[in-house]
């Protein structure tokens, strides 16, 4: 089943944690609610799973309002952050829990917990209590128990939060190959971009208590609408341009960012956006930039600027270098051999600048074009 939010406001001592906020997840999906703590994601969760009433607007599940239907009478399962199983029952009595107060005959119920058990991995921990059990164990209890009531939609509140990086990648992939068998729409909140990127089949970033992009996890990361998005999702690199020259194909653009020694001008791709002397945002991936050593001279079509390398990072998947542009920086992924101190050249193609103009993007690898809205 599909889930519609349409204008749901909701305060808490006069402070606006959503405010007039549109979502649409669709049947089947694997939806992730992406933003900064306070940004309002736990909080449309628990509105939609009635956990939580709404100051104003409305919830549809399946096409039925239900913004007044109690929690139980949702078919929705939730997996909360502190896994919230009762300490004084084992695994299997915890599962169990939700159908027997469902009064699922004893047969049933006993081949329901026994097959989720076994789906989430922990089939010979069912007799075991909750203190016994490691941070994953507890977690995969959790969603069983979330599973087992077999829902219409299943709703996951950041539950890996406190999850070492191998037991949660472990999770992670159990989880969603799970959800892909059975076919639930998920909803899952998480702070961290690359949760969202692997789990995700669209994600929904919210900012303020507002939806602020809804897209693809490659779309959202290659084509951020705003700067908020844009550095929630890692791309350090903004440049304030204003348009001097548009030509059929290309624009040149001035960089006018806050500090800048002298100007800089460089060439991009002509977007419909672009106004003469109207400054706009620019992204650039630091995959997209390349460095090349100064004392070089380069033809082609690249954009070059001189500048200096003032650090350099190991990530864990390559190095990172921040170059000093003079007045602003860019990073940009380099191989180990370029040292701090070094004087280099700056090089892009002027396609790998995408303007941050909140309109929708369609893409494809060898040609972008914007559609006004």
Not at 129 to 156: D, N, T, Y
Request: charged fraction near 25%.
């Amino acid at each position: 089943m599909g889930i519609v939010l349409k204008e749901i406001s909701k305060s808490y001592d006069g402070r606006a944690v959503l405010k007039n906020l549109n979502l649409e997840i669709n049947q089947g999906e694997f939806h992730v609610l992406l933003g900064p703590s306070g940004g309002g994601k736990t909080t449309t969760l628990s509105v939609m799973a009635g956990l939580t009433e709404q100051d104003s607007g409305s919830v549809s599940i399946g096409g039925l309002d239900v913004s007044n239907l109690s929690p139980d009478k949702r078919r929705i399962g939730f997996v909360f952050q502190d896994h919230a199983l009762f300490p004084h029952l084992t695994v299997f009595d915890n599962v169990a829990y939700g159908l027997r107060v469902r009064r699922v005959k004893v047969h049933e119920m006993t081949r329901r917990v026994e097959y989720y058990l076994s789906k989430v991995s922990i089939a010979k921990e069912k007799g075991k209590f909750p203190h016994q059990l490691s941070g994953g164990q507890k977690q995969r209890a959790a969603l069983a128990r979330a599973l087992v009531i077999e829902p219409e939609i299943l709703l996951m509140d950041e539950p890996m939060s406190s999850l070492d990086s191998m037991t949660k990648e472990s999770v992670r992939d159990e989880l969603k190959s799970i959800q892909q068998e059975i076919g639930v729409t998920t909803v899952y909140v998480t702070h961290d971009q690359n949760e969202a990127i692997l789990l995700g089949d669209r994600v929904s970033v919210l900012n303020n208590g507002r939806v602020e992009q809804i897209e693809s996890p490659s779309e959202l990361f290659h084509h951020p609408k705003t700067e908020f998005v844009a550095r929630f999702v890692g791309i350090k690199n903004i440049l304030k341009v204003s348009p001097i020259r548009i030509n059929n194909h290309e624009a040149t653009v001035q960089i006018n960012n806050d500090g800048m020694e002298h100007p800089i001008r460089i060439r991009v791709k002509k977007y419909p956006i672009f106004e003469k002397g109207k400054e706009i945002d620019l992204c650039i991936h630091p995959e997209k930039i390349t460095l090349k050593r100064e004392e070089k001279t380069y033809a082609g079509d690249l954009n070059q600027i001189r500048g200096k390398i003032v650090k350099r990072t190991n990530n864990g998947n390559g190095f990172m270098a921040i170059v000093d542009i003079g007045g602003t920086t860019l990073h940009a992924s380099i191989s180990s051999d370029f040292k701090v101190r070094e004087n280099v050249w700056v090089c892009f193609d002027p396609d790998a600048a995408h303007p941050l103009c909140g309109k929708k993007c369609r893409a494809a690898e060898t040609k972008r074009r914007c559609l006004k809205e």
